[in-house]
Nanobody, 129 residues
Framework: QVQLVESGGGLVQAGGSLRLSCAVS??????????MGWFRQAPGKEREFVAG????????YYADSVKGRFTISRDSAKNTVYLQMDNLKPEDSAVYYC????????????????????WGQGTQVTVSS
């Protein structure tokens, strides 16, 4: 099993920045073989993919809506995944979730919630205009 705990959410003005962290713990082999991702869900909307980093660690991918503003990174030594969010907009307001996609392959690109096996509890991000 794998446990994910997000932190770093909060209230920020438009144009500001936040960095979310996701601490990963549990079965070491599962963690090593997992791609990691960030999703978000606003009230009344479906959960949507934000950013992902492949099992290989160096390859990242993003939703078009955040490309150029958000950066995902993975510190394997600390078992932590980060989401640096810059130039935030009110439409970025949502609960942000960290997730792990296990055992789908070294370069697998996972963007759908069904492709992720483990989830954190979420952290609220609110961007005021």
């Amino acid at each position: 099993q794998v446990q994910l705990v997000e932190s770093g959410g909060g209230l920020v003005q438009a144009g500001g920045s936040l960095r979310l962290s996701c601490a990963v713990s549990g079965h070491t082999l599962i963690i090593i073989r997992s791609a990691m991702g960030w999703f978000r869900q606003a009230p009344g909307k479906e959960r949507e993919f934000v950013a992902g980093v492949r099992q290989s660690g160096g390859s990242t991918y993003y939703a078009d809506s955040v490309k150029g503003r958000f950066t995902i990174s993975r510190d394997s030594a600390k078992n932590t995944v980060y989401l640096q969010m810059d130039n935030l907009k009110p439409e970025d307001s949502a609960v942000y979730y960290c997730a792990a996609s296990s055992g789908r392959g070294y370069d697998y690109t996972a963007t759908r919630p069904a492709e992720y096996d483990y989830w954190g509890q979420g952290t609220q991000v609110t961007v005021s205009s």
